[in-house]
């Protein structure tokens, strides 16, 4: 990925050059003008194209502020009620996930997202024991984790 996109900045680069204009503008038409060279002749890199990574990265960042939202607005409501009416529990969480920065991702944005913690790892990185600050279904809780944050993450490594 990093060399596409050296090749796709040495591109714009040798596209200012050819007109004798350094500006920001031709340097933007040259960038485009290589990422639609390196879009032709994609299967002769062997990684995926390097602006399907940053499409699923800023997916993946549109999805976690979108749950945390939510997860802030559930907190919320079940603060400001008169009764206490919360059930919390700690589920555990097989994970597709397989190398450590992945999971470690997931985990983190478990735990920034109000109302969960991931409170373990198991040793060989395939289950998270999360805490949940309201959990009715268990199964519930880890479909809508795999739903969300996995597939977002499985998405940018491209599995």
């Not at 002769?44 to 990574?53: A, E, I, N, Q, S």
């Amino acid at each position: 990925m990093a060399f596409q996109i050296m090749l796709n900045v040495l591109i714009a680069v040798t596209w200012m050059f050819f007109y004798s204009s350094f500006t920001s503008s031709r340097f933007i038409v040259g960038y485009l003008l290589g990422a639609l060279l390196i879009l032709l002749f994609r299967r002769f890199f062997k990684d995926r194209f390097y602006l399907l990574v940053v499409w699923a990265v800023i997916k993946l960042v549109i999805l976690f502020f979108k749950e945390l939202i939510l997860a802030n607005v559930d907190v919320l409501k079940h603060i400001i009620r008169p009764k206490l009416t919360i059930t919390p529990g700690i589920f555990a969480m097989e994970t597709k996930l397989s190398s450590d920065w992945e999971v470690t991702l997931l985990a983190n944005l478990i735990t920034l997202t109000p109302g969960t913690l991931v409170v373990d790892i198991s040793d060989d990185n395939k289950t998270l024991y999360i805490h949940a600050i309201h959990l009715p279904d268990a199964d519930e809780a880890i479909n809508g984790i795999r739903n969300t944050f996995e597939k977002a993450i499985l998405e940018v490594t491209g599995k």
